[in-house]
C-alpha cells in the first residue's frame, strides 16, 4: 500500500487516480494510528515526531490564507517513513523487485520511443531521459539515488548496483548518473583493495567482471547519435561556465537575493511557494527550496536528524558516503522532498535510529569470504 499510493505512483495516477487516493487515505490514517501508539509506548522518536507533527499542521493552517502555500511534501515525507518503520523489512524486499521492474519499463520507453505513463500533458517524449514507472525522469533519478544509499547501508550485491547504474543512465539525469557510477566504482576498488589473492578476485569478480563489460559496451551503444547530448551535459557536470550550470547559479543567486528581502517572520516560518511564482521555477537546491517555503523552523527540523545520524555514525564509511551523496543531490536539485525519493530517503535515515545498525542484517561481503577462504 505504502509503494502502491506513494513510492510509485505514476501507474496509478494514469490508470486510477481514485485508487491512488484511496492509497493515499489509508496511509495517512495509518500515520495517525502510528502516532499514537508510538506516544504510548514512549518510543525515543516520538518527541521528533510530535514536533514535526505540530509544525506541519501549523503551516496548513498558514497555507490557508497564503496565496501561494508552501509544499509541505517533505515533512509528511518524514512522517510517513517514521510511522512504517517497523515494516522496513517489507519494504526493503518490494523496492529491490520495484527497481528491476523499473530497470525493464525504462529498457521498453527506449526501445520503443514513448513514455508508458504521462501524467502531465506537457510531458513529451525525449530520448535519453526515461522514466520507467514514474511521472518525470528527474523523480526516477532521484528515486535511484534514495534507493543506492539503501542498497548500500545493507550491503547489497553488486549486481543490483548494476542495475541501478544502468537506470540511471537511462534517466538522463546527472543527479544519479554521477553519485551512482563513482560509488559503484569506489565500493568495487574498495572491495578489490581488501582481496588478498588474484586467483580469488577472478573467482570472486567474474560475475560482476562480465556485468562490467555488458555495462560499458550497453554505455557506448546507448550514447549514440540520438543521446549524444546527454554524453555532453554529463562531460559539462563540472564545467560552470555551461548554460546549465550558469542557469542553475542564477537559479540560487536569485533565491538568496528574494530570501534576503523577507521579513523577519517570513525568515522563521517561511513565504510559501512566492518566489517561485515570482522566478517561474524552483531553487534547484533543496536547502534554498526549503528555507523560502517554511523558514528556518522548517529547515533545522529537515536537517537535525541527518546531521545527528551523520555525528553518530561519522566513522562508518558507508555512512559518510551516503551523507556525502544526500547533501550533494539536495545541493543541485530539488531532492528529498517528493514521495518517493523522500520517503524512502527518511527510511533510510530512520534506520540508523536503531544504534547505527541497517535495517537487515550485513551479509558477508566478497572480501571478508575471500580472506576466510584464503586464510584456510
Not at 90 to 100: E, M, P, R, S
Not at 327 to 340: E, L, P
Amino acid at each position: 500500500m505504502l509503494f502502491g499510493g506513494f513510492i510509485v505512483s505514476a501507474p496509478l495516477a494514469y490508470s486510477s487516480p481514485v485508487v491512488r487516493l484511496v492509497f493515499q487515505a489509508v496511509v495517512g490514517l495509518y500515520v495517525v494510528y502510528a502516532a499514537l501508539k508510538s506516544y504510548s509506548q514512549k518510543e525515543k522518536l516520538i518527541i521528533y515526531y510530535l514536533i514535526l507533527a505540530i509544525y506541519t499542521t501549523f503551516q496548513l493552517y498558514i497555507n490557508s490564507f497564503r496565496l501561494f502555500p508552501a509544499d509541505l511534501n517533505p515533512f509528511i515525507a518524514i512522517l510517513i517513513a517514521i510511522s512504517f518503520k517497523k515494516y522496513e523489512k517489507v519494504t526493503y524486499k518490494i523496492l529491490k523487485l520495484i527497481v528491476v521492474i523499473n530497470l525493464f519499463a525504462m529498457l521498453y520507453e527506449s526501445y520503443f520511443g514513448y513514455y508508458l505513463f504521462v501524467i502531465q500533458r506537457e510531458i513529451v517524449y525525449e530520448p535519453g531521459r526515461m522514466q520507467g514507472l514514474f511521472a518525470y525522469s528527474k523523480e526516477a533519478s532521484y528515486f535511484l539515488v534514495s534507493t543506492l544509499i539503501l542498497f548500500r547501508i545493507n550491503r547489497e550485491n553488486k549486481i543490483l548496483l548494476y542495475v541501478l547504474l544502468m537506470s540511471s543512465l537511462l534517466t538522463g539525469s546527472r543527479t544519479s548518473i554521477l553519485p551512482v557510477v563513482l560509488i559503484v566504482v569506489l565500493d568495487s576498488l574498495m572491495d578489490l583493495l581488501k582481496m588478498d589473492r588474484i586467483k580469488i578476485i577472478i573467482q570472486r569478480y567474474s560475475a560482476v567482471t562480465l556485468v562490467t563489460i555488458i555495462s560499458i559496451v550497453s554505455v557506448l551503444i546507448y550514447f549514440n547519435a540520438d543521446n549524444e547530448y546527454i554524453y555532453y551535459r554529463i562531460l559539462n557536470s563540472f564545467n560552470f561556465e555551461s548554460s546549465s550550470q550558469i542557469s542553475r547559479l542564477n537559479f540560487w543567486n536569485m533565491y538568496i537575493n528574494g530570501i534576503s528581502s523577507f521579513s523577519m517572520s517570513e525568515l522563521w516560518i517561511g513565504n510559501g511557494t512566492y518566489l517561485n511564482h515570482v522566478y517561474g521555477n524552483g531553487a534547484e537546491n533543496t536547502f534554498l527550496m526549503l528555507f523560502s517555503q517554511v523558514g528556518v523552523i522548517g529547515l533545522m527540523l529537515i536537517l537535525a536528524p541527518l546531521i545527528y545520524y551523520w555525528f553518530k555514525n561519522r566513522t562508518n564509511y558507508v555512512a559518510v558516503t551516503n551523507f556525502i551523496i544526500i547533501v550533494f543531490a539536495m545541493q543541485v536539485g530539488r531532492y528529498g522532498i517528493g514521495w518517493s525519493d523522500g520517503i524512502l530517503l527518511w527510511i533510510y535515515v530512520f534506520s540508523l535510529h536503531n544504534k547505527g545498525k541497517p535495517m537487515l542484517p550485513i551479509h558477508e561481503s566478497t572480501f571478508e569470504r575471500a580472506r576466510v577462504e584464503s586464510n584456510s
